[in-house]
Structure formats: C-alpha cells, structure tokens
C-alpha cells in the first residue's frame, strides 16, 4: 500500500508495489512509452470515442433489414437497408435511374439521339443516307440483283474464294518439265524468275561429228563414226580415221611379176608400171655413184665396188668413166679398174680439180649364173698429198 501523506504531493518513492502497462491483477497501471495500458473492464464515465465496443449502451446490432437498430455486418462485410440516404463512392450491382440523364446519338450513314436516365425504354428517330451498289464513300452498302456490291477495302475474315487478290493465303509452287527444268515458289505478292536448265537429252556430254536432232533443235543421238580408206590394184594400204582427224594413207606399190634387179630393156603399161624386164647386148648404164671417197696411200686401194652378171651370150665389155683429183699439183692420183680382182685397168691425173678420167675398158666373161664383182682403186704419188675419186658411171 501507498501511504500518501496529501493527495497532492508529488510520489517520490513507491515502496514494495509493481507497476505496469499490461493488464495484470493487483498492480499499478503504468502508461506505456506512448501513454497507453491495457485493462479488462474499466467502470467509468468515458469521455472521448472508442475505436471499438462489444455493444451500445440499450441498442441492439443486426444485418438485417431492420427498424430502429444499429447497422452490424455479417461476417462478410455486407448488411440489407431499405432505402440509403448518402454520396455513395463505387458502382451498384443495380439501380432504378443513372444520376444524370445521357445523350445517345447516331452518326455515318445513320443518324439519331435520344435523351436517356435509365427509368425507362427510349426510341431514337433516324434518318439514313441512301444505300448504294458501288463503291461510293459515306453510303450504305447496298447489294444489286445478282448480290453483289463494289467496295474498295473490306477488312473482315472472308469466307469463300475471291476472283482475284493481292497475294494468296498459300505459297505455291511453279514447276516446269520436259525439255527445259525448273521451279520457285510464290505467294503471289511479287514477281517471280524461275532458273531453268535443259534437261538431260539422254546424249553423253562430249564432242562429236554426227548428230540427230529433233524438231526443237535439241541433240538426241550422237556419234562419231570412223570410216576406212582402203587402195587396191597397183598400190595398195588402208587408214582408219573420224570425221574432223587427219590420218596419213600409205601407199605400197604392188608387185608388178618382174623380179627386182637392173635391165635394159622394160616394158611400161599405160599407167607407166613396168610390167616386164630383160637384159638384151647393147650399151646401157650399169651403175652410178656420186660418192666422193680419198685417200693418202700410195699403193692401189680398193674405194668402190658393185656387182653383176652378164645375162647375154657372149662377152660384155664394161665401159667405166670416173672422176679423180689431187690435193697438190706435185702430186698424181692413179684410178684403176678390175675385175673379179684380176689386173686393173689403170688413168692417172695431176689436177687439182675434178676431171674425169676414161673410158677404162673391162671385158665380162658370158654366161647368166656368175656373179662378178668390179672394183675402183684410188693412189696417190706421195703420201703427203691426197688422190680423191667421186663420180663413177658403168656402161655395159
């Protein structure tokens, strides 16, 4: 207990008490740092507002439309009335009038208003501006005898196919076969170039000199053909080639039945081929070389030779020419002639410049089965000088 000596003193101690802000039996209340406390039931006369109270002092709560009580929500916040006299913020679920009157009014091709508050139907009297099949701004559309109309752009989802339209809902594709291949794909919206090959003619790609071509100038058969020549009859020989190559056709003289050898005396067919040969006595080139050979001996040298048979009866005598020089004046070249080698038949010179030498005789024996063979020899005087023979002609 507080043993207050006058009520008006200020409390400098308190002795053996408790003080406090909550609501705990038998202490002190203490205001808290923002001078509340807490209390169960405080009997008083109140002055002020409450934040909340269980009930009013001889009045009773409900949520329900009735007279002469307190309004209290139900537990989800809503309560009936009769009629609430009030500015009411929010909107209404529903209500006999709108507050202020509106004004609805038709405009385009139809026109019309009409004053409304809700309370009641309203009619509105239009006027419309006249319909029309083409496609005339500001009009109504109307269809002709057929069902159609003109307009200029209908944005809608249409349903149906149009005669024409500015791209298509699907691309396509444009594909070209036969003699000439390709595709592209279009929708429509643009343009479209389509690359193209040439399809395949069936013809291997290549060069070549023979083709068949169709109506249409392409290519379907190709080849290069090889063609022969063939000779026969006096000469003969063969060649192979193909149109745009050249080829060489050689050519063999055929055999004319006369044996290889030397006559003198032939026969010669209009076409000039020799078609028969013999030796007959008489004077005739036997032989001839040009050859020119030297030499720096000083004793006889065999240079040339050549060989025949006497096909006559009797004996032949063989006239020989040769030419022979020397490569110094002081000096002499000696040429002989022999036969089968018998005794040469012997002409001497000291020019130095080609002279010919003969005749140098030599006789040939008769009879068709011996061979015999003619020499040329070639000295010179002095082995510091040179003998030289070149040309030789045999007469027989």
């Known amino acids: 207990m507080l043993n207050l000596n006058d009520k008006n003193e200020y409390i400098d101690t308190i002795v053996d008490e408790d003080t406090t802000s909550n609501n705990t039996p038998n202490t002190i209340v203490q ?88 309370s009641a139907n309203v009619s509105i009297a239009t006027s419309a501006t006249p319909a029309d099949t083409t496609n005339t701004p500001n009009t109504i559309v109307e269809r002709d005898s057929n069902g159609n109309f003109a307009a200029g752009t209908i944005t809608a989802s249409l349903n149906g196919t149009a005669a024409y339209a500015s791209e298509l809902s699907n691309t396509i594709t444009i594909a070209l076969t036969g003699a000439v291949v390709g595709s592209a794909s ?45 000779a026969a009859g006096a000469v003969t020989g063969s060649v192979s080639f193909t149109d745009g190559e050249s080829e060489t056709l050689t050519l063999t003289m055929a055999n004319s039945g006369v044996t290889a050898g030397t006559y003198n005396q032939v026969t010669v067919n209009s076409a000039g081929l020799i078609t028969s040969a013999q030796n007959v006595p008489g004077s005739y080139l036997l032989e001839s070389d040009d050859t020119q050979v030297s030499t720096t001996a000083t004793t006889a040298t065999a240079m040339k030779q050549f060989r025949m048979i006497n096909l006559g009866g009797a004996v032949q005598t063989l006239t020989v020419y040769v030419s022979a020089w020397n490569s110094s004046s002081s000096g002499t ?15 001497t010179t000291s020019s130095t410049t080609e002279t010919i030498l003969g005749p140098l005789t030599v006789s040939v024996p008769s009879g068709n089965t011996t061979i015999h063979t003619v020499t040329v020899q070639l000295s010179t005087s002095n082995a510091s000088y040179t003998a030289y023979t070149q040309m030789l002609q045999v007469l027989g």
């Not at 070249?333 to 002409?347: C, F, M, Q, R």
């Open 333 to 347: 070249t000696t040429v002989g002639i022999s036969l089968d080698g018998g005794t040469a038949v012997t002409a």
């Open 186 to 230: 279009t929708n429509g919206n643009s343009s479209v170039s389509i690359a193209t090959t040439m399809a395949d003619s069936g013809v291997t790609a290549g060069t070549y000199t023979q083709v068949t071509v169709n109506a249409a100038g392409l290519v379907t058969s190709a080849s290069t053909p090889t063609t022969t020549i063939t």
């Open 31 to 118: 205001r808290d740092s923002n001078g509340n406390f807490s209390a169960g039931t405080i009997t008083a006369n109140l002055s002020g507002t409450a934040s909340n109270a269980s009930q009013l002092s001889n009045m009773s709560a409900t949520n329900a439309n009735t007279a002469s009580t307190i309004v209290q929500r139900d537990s989800s916040g809503n309560f009936s009335a009769g009629t609430i006299t009030a500015t009411l913020s929010g909107n209404a679920a529903t209500a006999s009038k709108w507050a202020s009157p509106i004004t609805i009014t038709l405009t385009g091709p139809v026109t019309g208003s009409a004053s409304v508050d809700g």
